[in-house]
């Protein structure tokens, strides 16, 4: 971090976003000026389970957003994503990376809500967004596009330009973690930020699409704890695979297989595959395209 006489803390070197060309270290503090962030030095820090839980609490969209970013609760994945920061790929060796926890982006009204794993280590870990800057992002954002949920195909970093259209995106764990795979326990501190963010957009939502099964597993469970009715047995989860859950309107969830390397490179998910799936929800909730 940057100390009032301009000197740099250890390791940490100033480097410029890529956009907007202004310096910043890495990780990024709070309110530094980094494209999006909601957070500043006064954002109250999560650093328990407990304390997720309570600040996770009766608090505004925006405020949401600032906390989670800040959150410390879960040392294993603040270490891991503080260390990606400083370490960096060799690709991005010239870039800061944001190096912070992922909140939620896109319409604070969607009536699409796209439902994830967690951060890349070099995709949001990196630029401070979900999904961007990493393969998986280039196969979501195009296929948003083409059905007319985004506003261009590509999400290169957080100042980009792009905006989504009537839908948002969450990522279950808020943290990149090691390997991309959180602990359970990891998984179950950072739920009470999904729950707190569905309760602020279930009233407009009308579809979910999960991607994989991690996200159809969360989106159950989150729906489930803020008072939705989720069918029993639990629906199993496929690629296609739709179910209903009941509340004060009802919602549709949809799964589609995550658009990893893994999944991409075999075959096992292709465009058109997609395709189908992120157009079911667009007609779902009634967005034209």
Request: charged residues 20%; proline residues 9%.
């Given at each position: 971090?940057?100390?009032?006489?301009?000197?740099?803390?250890?390791?940490?070197?100033?480097?410029?976003?890529?956009?907007?060309?202004?310096?910043?270290?890495?990780?990024?503090?709070?309110?530094?000026?980094?494209?999006?962030?909601?957070?500043?030095?006064d954002?109250?820090?999560?650093?328990?389970?407990?304390?997720?839980?309570?600040?996770?609490?009766?608090?505004?969209?925006?405020?949401?957003?600032?906390?989670?970013?800040?959150?410390?609760?879960?040392?294993?994945?603040?270490?891991?994503?503080?260390q990606?920061?400083?370490?960096?790929?060799?690709?991005?060796?010239?870039?800061?990376?944001?190096?912070?926890?992922?909140?939620?982006?896109?319409?604070?009204?969607?009536?699409?809500?796209?439902?994830?794993?967690?951060?890349?280590?070099?995709?949001?870990?990196?630029?401070?967004?979900?999904?961007?800057?990493?393969?998986?992002?280039?196969?979501?954002?195009?296929?948003?596009?083409?059905?007319?949920?985004?506003?261009?195909?590509?999400?290169?970093?957080?100042?980009?330009?792009?905006?989504?259209?009537?839908?948002?995106?969450?990522?279950?764990?808020?943290?990149?973690?090691?390997?991309n795979?959180?602990?359970?326990?990891?998984?179950?501190?950072?739920?009470?930020?999904?729950?707190?963010?569905?309760?602020?957009?279930?009233?407009?939502?009308?579809?979910?699409?999960?991607?994989?099964?991690?996200?159809?597993?969360?989106?159950?469970?989150?729906?489930?704890?803020i008072?939705?009715?989720?069918?029993?047995?639990?629906?199993?989860?496929?690629?296609?695979?739709?179910?209903?859950?009941?509340?004060?309107?009802?919602?549709?969830?949809?799964?589609?297989?995550?658009?990893?390397?893994?999944?991409?490179?075999?075959?096992?998910?292709?465009?058109?595959?997609?395709?189908?799936?992120?157009?079911r929800?667009?007609?779902?909730?009634?967005?034209?395209?």
């Open positions: 971090m940057t100390g009032h006489d301009g000197s740099v803390g250890p390791l940490q070197l100033l480097l410029p976003h890529p956009a907007t060309g202004e310096l910043f270290a890495s990780p990024v503090p709070p309110g530094s000026g980094w494209p999006g962030d909601v957070a500043d030095a954002t109250p820090v999560a650093r328990t389970a407990v304390q997720v839980r309570r600040l996770a609490a009766g608090t505004g969209l925006d405020e949401l957003e600032a906390r989670v970013s800040v959150c410390a609760a879960c040392p294993r994945l603040v270490a891991w994503r503080e990606v920061a400083r370490e960096k790929r060799a690709s991005y060796a010239d870039e800061p990376y944001w190096g912070r926890p992922i909140a939620g982006w896109g319409a604070p009204d969607p009536r699409v809500l796209v439902v994830g794993l967690a951060p890349a280590a070099h995709g949001g870990n990196r630029t401070g967004r979900v999904f961007t800057g990493d393969r998986s992002g280039d196969w979501l954002f195009a296929g948003l596009h083409r059905v007319g949920l985004a506003t261009q195909a590509t999400s290169t970093h957080a100042a980009d330009g792009l905006r989504l259209v009537d839908t948002r995106m969450v990522a279950t764990v808020r943290c990149a973690p090691p390997l795979k959180p602990t359970t326990q990891e998984r179950d501190t950072c739920a009470p930020w999904l729950d707190a963010e569905l309760r602020q957009v279930a009233d407009s939502v009308r579809v979910v699409v999960a991607l994989g099964s991690y996200g159809w597993a969360a989106a159950l469970g989150a729906f489930g704890r008072g939705w009715e989720v069918p029993r047995p639990r629906p199993k989860f496929g690629h296609g695979a739709s179910a209903s859950l009941d509340g004060p309107h009802p919602i549709t969830l949809l799964g589609c297989y995550h658009p990893s390397q893994q999944n991409t490179f075999t075959g096992r998910l292709t465009e058109p595959m997609l395709d189908e799936v992120l157009g929800a667009a007609d779902a909730a009634r967005i034209p395209r």
